[in-house]
């Protein structure tokens, strides 16, 4: 059998992990592991150099506090940032959540009306309408709109600002209960060639091991060569785990939602 | 009048709920007072001109820093009261007011210490700023916790830093000199500060940060700390490599034995000392006296017997509480099984994301049996399977209580069950086993 490995790109773990999202990382790399696919996760700081973010076959980043964000943007004003964007046009796979999301959008409007630039990749733009609104916080179900995902999504979001999709089909599904990117047009997250932007904490991988697994899945196609074909779905075969706990997990939340 | 009718009303009410035996932590009657008269704890306070007061605020070691000042200052014969543990808002403030005053408001007391929430710094303060006498605050430490609840800690931080600005100039304020934020909050705010730190020559130490960390950026200039040493979570020895921002000189009592085990209680016992020190002028030798015999607040190193065999319970209800508790558990190295129990209700945090900040990888290989029960039970199941347990021999119960009594058929006689609960999980755990629905 041919040996398989992938290097996951976590950028930021030190500024850009408030809300426990540092399980994705550790999910990603398990259900990796249980299947025989060699992982290294490469951590990038603000002073690694842009050549780790060069050879990761899969990328993830978390969401942060506002000055924790600050210095992130900074960093991601220089060659970072450029590499970023290539990889993404050029379909290396990533997980952003919350304020990553936000970033990879094309501008996001501070509660004190500061327009802050993003990197433009992801078609959406995000607006905090000020101090006194209340934040988006609660338990979230989503219907997802990508073929390889068949069960709702859950997670627990919670976000100041209000992101609007340019074109709400690449929505990564639709909001059945909770807020999603803005409480208002029932989209949540979007979908960008082989990039997911989301605002589910949870963290989301743990209890939607089918959004992992895709990852990893077209994480490895791109890699090894056998790109995903729209009209035939993935054809890159991960062998099932025992998934089980993570059912009863999801049950317990949906019944009470 | 009014206040005095509120006192009197309000004794009734902690009259009735202790012989209805509804629990003697009740914030009622505070709760109508300041319904009442939104400046109760004020105008009570301003007729006490004498008592000196003690702000104690922090994510984590508030109930055990005021229980442990308030035992120094007893030993040296003052007379104190403090509100209840966990009654942290005006109003668990209110109701302690009312339990200890007299009818007229008048406390016959020398000291009162009040814990409050994080988030209720600022309006404390404002109740007590027309106060005449002596006022200390205390800022223990500040964590994510509760991020639905209370907000992400640089919200909570700028609170501070703005409640401070409106304290009279002869407040004192204590803080942890091994946190970038607290330190450079106090130094900035001219105020008369003094530092706590820990010995860090005595206890193991690393030099590497976790993933449950908060400030470890220079909070002067926004560079990466360099940390020499890291006690736990964000709290060490650091320096910024760019502006020379630095821990300031902290106190650290050698001389004084640990009651309690882990870091973060040593911590907790030298603001306790160093207030008792710096405020009250109490001398080392009294509070080493005052502390040997401590005995735990209830659910933070409690030990209940139960059967016969000894639980102990370890409240541990954010990342860097929890990885505190788990360190506590290593380093007893006692013979036993552990029981964690995750709740999502109001006062644990809706959200439980926060776990997989927890380095549960670290006793993944655990020689005693694990329990895991809660409101989350499952999502717990979820984080110690990525973790690396090996769930043949988890036990998952989705109700508490029988979570305890297997988890107690497992133990043998002599041996311990430790327990980390969330906060109402820790309620829960205690009533299960001494019978008593609160305190």
């Given amino acids: 059998m041919k040996k398989y490995s992938l290097t996951i790109g976590w950028l930021y773990p030190d500024l850009m992990n408030t809300y426990g999202d540092r399980g994705n990382i550790i999910v990603l790399q398990k259900r990796a592991e249980w299947r025989g696919i060699k992982v290294e996760v490469k951590q990038i700081f603000v002073d690694s150099s842009p050549y780790s973010l060069v050879t990761s076959d899969l990328l993830f980043m ?10 992130v943007n900074r960093d991601l004003q220089g060659p970072k940032g450029r590499i970023l964007i290539e990889k993404v046009e050029k379909g290396t796979p990533g997980l952003f959540i919350c304020g990553a999301y936000q970033f990879l959008g094309k501008y996001y409007r501070t509660a004190d009306n500061k327009k802050l630039p993003g990197l433009g990749v992801f078609p959406l733009y995000t607006e905090n309408p000020g101090e006194r609104a209340e934040r988006l916080i609660g338990n979230v179900l989503v219907e997802p709109k990508i073929k390889d995902i068949i069960q709702p999504l859950i997670g627990f979001e919670n976000h100041g600002g209000r992101s609007y999709l340019e074109d709400k089909s690449m929505a990564l599904g639709t909001v059945v209960r909770g807020f999603g990117n803005n409480g208002g047009d029932r989209t949540e997250g979007i979908v960008y060639k082989n990039s997911f932007g989301t605002y589910l904490h949870g963290p989301i991988l743990p209890k939607n ?5 895709l990852l990893l899945t077209r994480a490895l196609e791109q890699k090894y060569g056998e790109p995903f074909d729209s009209a035939q779905g993935t054809k890159f075969h991960l062998e099932p785990l025992d998934d089980s706990l993570e059912q009863k997990a999801r049950e317990a939340i949906i019944k009470r939602l | 009048m009014l206040n005095s009718f509120l006192i009197l009303f309000g004794k009734l009410v902690l009259f009735a709920s202790r012989t209805l035996n509804f629990g003697s932590g009740s914030t009622w009657p505070g709760h109508i007072a300041m319904e009442t008269n939104a400046n109760f704890v004020r105008d009570v306070l301003k007729k006490n001109p004498e008592l000196k007061i003690v702000l104690i605020a922090g994510t984590n070691g508030k109930t055990t820093t005021s229980l442990m000042l308030m035992k120094i200052l007893e030993q040296s014969g003052l007379k104190v009261f403090r509100n209840e543990a966990g009654a942290n808002l005006l109003n668990g403030i209110a109701s302690s007011i009312i339990k200890k005053s007299n009818l007229t408001g008048r406390l016959n ?10 988030n209720n ?26 991020l639905d609840r209370y907000g992400e800690v640089n919200t909570v931080a700028a609170k501070w830093e703005d409640a401070l600005k409106k304290l009279k100039d002869n407040t004192l304020v204590f803080t942890n000199g091994d946190d970038p934020k607290l330190s450079y909050i106090a130094q900035k705010s001219e105020l008369e500060a003094y530092y706590f730190g820990i010995d860090h020559k005595s206890s193991v130490i690393s030099n590497k940060l976790g993933y449950d960390v908060d400030f470890t950026y220079c909070p002067q200039c926004q560079t990466k700390l360099k940390y020499e040493k890291v006690s736990y979570s964000h709290l060490g020895k650091f320096v910024c490599p760019k502006c020379g921002f630095t821990n300031p000189e902290t106190e650290t009592f050698p001389s004084l034995l640990h009651p309690l085990i882990g870091k973060y209680n040593i911590y907790n016992q030298n603001a306790a000392a160093l207030v008792a020190q710096k405020a009250f002028d109490i001398s080392e030798k009294v509070i080493r006296t005052a502390l040997v015999d401590f005995k735990p607040a ?31 558990v290593r380093t007893l190295d006692k013979k036993g099984n552990i029981l964690f129990a ?41 984080r110690l399977k990525y973790g690396g347990f090996d769930l043949v ?22 041996e311990t069950l430790f327990v980390l609960p969330t906060y109402s999980a820790m309620l829960e755990v205690r009533k299960i086993l001494t019978g008593k629905k609160i305190l």
């Fill in chain 1, 62 to 71: 978390g969401g942060a506090q506002d000055t924790q964000q600050e210095i």
């Fill in chain 1, 209 to 213: 091991p089918q959004l992992a697994d």
């Fill in chain 2, 109 to 118: 007391f020398d000291i009162a210490i009040f814990e409050v929430d994080e």
């Fill in chain 2, 121 to 146: 710094l600022g309006e404390a303060i404002k109740q007590l700023i027309v106060h005449s006498s002596q006022l200390s605050v205390v800022l223990l430490n500040l964590f994510r916790d509760q």
């Fill in chain 2, 298 to 328: 209830f659910g933070r190193q409690e030990v209940i017997k139960y059967k016969g065999r000894d639980v102990l319970i370890l409240l541990s209800k954010n990342p860097a509480g929890f990885n505190q508790s788990i360190d506590a």
């Fill in chain 2, 342 to 382: 995750l709740n999502d209700r109001i006062p644990d945090g809706r959200d439980v994301s926060w776990i997989w900040d927890v380095d549960f990888e670290v006793i993944a290989e655990l020689r005693g049996k694990v329990f895991i029960s809660g409101d989350r039970v499952y999502d717990m199941a979820l």
């Fill in chain 2, 393 to 414: 021999y988890t036990q998952i119960h989705a109700e508490l209580k029988d979570a305890i009594e297997a988890a107690m058929e497992e133990t043998e006689k002599g």
